[in-house]
C-alpha cells in the first residue's frame, strides 16, 4: 500500500504500513458512519513501487503522470494516484486496474454505481484523500514553504 491512516503504524523498508479496519475486507457498511483518511508520502515510496503505480494508472493518468516536466512532480503524481486506486480496490473488492474514475457535473471524482464518495489533494510530496459513504468529502493538503527572514 502507499499510504497510511490514522491506525497505522511506521514505514518500514520504504513502503507505509497500512492498517484497515479489524473486518476481513472492507465494505462500504463501514463507511456508512465514518470518514476514512488517509495521508500518502512520494518521499517514503521505495523507487520499485514508482513502476507498479504506473501499472495501476488508466490511460489518461499515465498520459497526464508523462506531461510533468519535473521526476519529482511525477513521481508524487503516481504515489497519490497508484494509492488512490489501491484504496478504492480494497474498499470495493475490484481490482485497482479497472477501477474506472469518472468526473460528475462539477468535475468531482466519482465512481460510477458505488456509493463511496472520496477526494484526494496533493502539494508537493504529500497527498491525503478521504473515503465516506455518509456524504460527500473533500479535502485538502498544502505544503508550507518557508522563507528565509528578510
Known amino acids: ?43 517514503e515510496l521505495a523507487p520499485q513501487y514508482e513502476s507498479l503505480a504506473e501499472i495501476l494508472l488508466s490511460h489518461e493518468e499515465r498520459a497526464r503522470a508523462d506531461s510533468f516536466c519535473f521526476a519529482r512532480d511525477r513521481r508524487c503524481y503516481l504515489a497519490a494516484h497508484g494509492a488512490l486506486r489501491l484504496l478504492i480496490a480494497r474498499y470495493t473488492g475490484e481490482s485497482p486496474e479497472t ?27 504529500l497527498a491525503l484523500i478521504a473515503f465516506s459513504c455518509a456524504a460527500p468529502v473533500g479535502v485538502d493538503v498544502e505544503k508550507i514553504h518557508e522563507f528565509p527572514d528578510l
Request: glycine residues 8%; hydrophobic residues 30%.
Open 99 to 125: 477501477v474506472t474514475i469518472r468526473n460528475d457535473a462539477n468535475a468531482r471524482p466519482m465512481l460510477e454505481n458505488s456509493p463511496i464518495q472520496f477526494n484526494l489533494s496533493h502539494s508537493g510530496d
Open 1 to 43: 500500500m502507499f499510504g497510511k491512516n490514522y491506525k497505522s503504524g511506521s514505514p518500514s523498508e520504504g513502503f507505509p504500513t497500512v492498517c484497515f479496519p479489524s473486518t476481513g475486507s472492507i465494505m462500504t457498511t463501514h463507511l456508512r458512519d465514518h470518514v476514512d483518511c488517509w495521508y500518502i508520502s512520494a518521499a
